[in-house]
Nanobody, 126 residues
């Protein structure tokens, strides 16, 4: 089992940048694919970005492509989400999630993931 803790969320102006971190503890982190999701009030949880266990493969939602970058450091058991050119519609609670994989797979559905963090609030003021 792995425990996930997100950090880095805060209030930021539109056009600004934030870097979210997901710190993992427990089992070997390099065995896990990781995804970032977000949920705004009254909306369903939606996929943001995902990264394979090695970091070679990444995938992004169309809404964040070109603005967000996901990366990982398996030596430090962390996955980061660099968010640039933030918009008001990026406001949400951001969650990281993980699942054990045996390939370079990345997943976009919340149901693909077994472990979740508690979330970190990102608020973008317009």
């Amino acid at each position: 089992q792995v425990q996930l803790v997100e950090s880095g969320g805060r209030l930021v102006q539109a056009g600004g940048s934030l870097r979210l971190s997901c710190a993992a503890s427990g089992r070997t982190f390099s065995n896990y694919a990781v995804g970032w999701f977000r949920q705004a009030p009254g909306k369903e949880r939606e996929f943001v970005a995902a990264i394979s266990r090695s970091g070679v493969n990444t995938l992004y939602a169309d809404s964040v492509k070109g603005r967000f970058t996901i990366s990982r450091d398996n030596a430090k058991n962390t996955v980061s989400l660099q968010m640039n050119s933030l918009k008001a519609e990026d406001t949400a609670v951001y969650y990281c999630a993980a699942v054990v994989v045996y390939s370079g797979a990345v997943y976009t559905r919340p149901t693909n993931y077994d472990y979740w963090g508690q979330g970190t609030q990102v608020t973008v003021s317009s």
